[in-house]
């Protein structure tokens, strides 16, 4: 089954004022406010797959709207791309009864503060966005396109091209994902 895979690089940003003027030049930006649910059954079994199940509300000066999306494991695990099935949801509260009722238990919520800047780069749509997440240090750079499955490889191309272009070299790429990161800063120190 062919389908659309979210290839996606992300760096932690050192020269974030410098980062926010190039991106600035490539596309103005909009900042949003994204309410991320994670979501895993009773006996880790999206975990063991490494596999994801979020509800998300993004928040900006034009409203909101909720996404209800899986990713199944990656296809590329040096960049950790994904497919991704996403969809718009009138309610995220009801999404949130649905998957409990299907045994899903709520694994990890936390907010990201973000800069999404939207442009196309050597043919392809590009989402390039500056994250913060108020529970761990940093931002955080991401850039993303979506490709068919067996182009993931030119969708890396192009968004190596991106980074480089800001400055974004491989040392200041990261696979941490914000998930373990903010569950890592709320464990009581010691544990």
């Given at each position: 089954m062919s389908g659309l895979v979210e290839v996606e690089l992300?760096?932690?940003?050192?020269?974030v004022e410098h980062i926010r003027t190039e991106l600035?030049?490539?596309a103005p930006g909009v900042d949003e406010t994204y309410h991320d649910t994670y979501y895993d059954l009773a006996d880790e079994t999206l975990t063991a797959r490494?596999?994801?199940?979020?509800?998300r509300t993004v928040t900006n000066d034009a409203g909101s709207r909720s996404l209800l999306t899986f990713k199944t494991s990656p296809v590329e695990e040096a960049s950790g791309s994904r497919p991704e099935h996403e969809t718009e949801l009138a309610d995220?509260?009801?999404?949130d009864t649905v998957l409990k009722a299907l045994g899903?238990?709520?694994v990890i919520a936390f907010r990201k503060l973000c800069r999404n800047h939207r442009f196309n780069a050597e043919g392809r749509e590009v989402?390039?966005?500056l994250v913060e997440v108020p529970e761990i240090e940093g931002t955080y750079l991401e850039v993303e396109t979506l490709s068919p499955d067996d182009e993931v490889e030119a969708g890396l191309s192009t968004i190596?091209?991106?980074?480089a272009r800001l400055g974004i070299g491989d040392g200041d790429l990261t696979k941490e994902t914000y998930t373990g990161a903010v569950a890592a800063a709320r464990q009581p120190e010691g544990e």
């Open positions: 992300k760096a932690k940003v050192g020269e600035e030049r490539l490494d596999q994801e199940l979020r509800v995220p509260a009801v999404a899903a238990v709520e989402l390039a966005t190596r091209t991106v980074l």
